[in-house]
């Protein structure tokens, strides 16, 4: 079994091309083994919105690393699996979007899954978002945090694996340059 990289973005503004946070939640053997959590100072204003929506604003990430600086730490972790998030172009966008900003080097491509995708071919009869799967399945979710939205989403895609679903042929290809 391939290893999985669930991760959540939290973004400042409407733009959606820096990170406030970043939950990343990984899934070796068929079990979560890992976490990881940091707020991001994205070096840019935050929408009322996203304030409200997140709980972080520009004071509680003054002193928090910015992208460039983060980078050093996750990248390793983003590079060793399939990439994993809920409604994973958004997450996949943010995360596209910070290495262009910042002149920063990955890869061209990555593979990745959604759960949102999955969710709906798998159980097609419900609603996808994420707090409704969550009480579907009966799991915990502080919603709109970054850690907890990426452990419900490597949640989710435990239920879906433990299902039998052949989560091969829901992988994808995401180009990053």
């Not at 959604?114 to 994420?130: A, E, F, N, Y």
């Not at 949640?155 to 290809?173: C, V």
Request: glycine share 6%; with cysteine; charged share 20%.
């Amino acid at each position: 079994m391939p290893e999985y990289i669930v991760f959540d973005v939290e973004t400042p503004n409407r733009f959606n091309n820096r990170m406030s946070a970043i939950g990343i939640t990984v899934i070796r053997n068929g079990e979560i083994s890992d976490s990881f959590y940091s707020l991001v100072n994205p070096e840019t204003y935050f929408d009322y919105f996203n304030t409200r929506l997140t709980g972080i604003s520009e004071e509680s990430v003054m002193n928090s690393p910015t992208f460039p600086e983060l980078w050093i730490q996750i990248e390793p972790i983003l590079s060793s699996g399939v990439l994993v998030a809920h409604n994973a172009v958004f997450d996949m966008g943010v995360l596209k979007k910070c290495l262009c900003d910042y002149g920063i080097s990955w890869k061209k491509s990555a593979s990745y899954l959604c759960t949102v995708q999955m969710g709906r071919r798998l159980l097609p009869r419900i609603s996808h978002k994420l707090n409704d799967l969550c009480d579907y399945y009966g799991l915990y979710l502080d919603h709109h945090k970054a850690d907890s939205d990426s452990e419900a989403c490597a949640e989710i895609l435990l239920k879906y694996i433990e299902s039998g679903a052949d989560i091969s042929k829901f992988i994808k290809t995401y180009r990053l340059v």
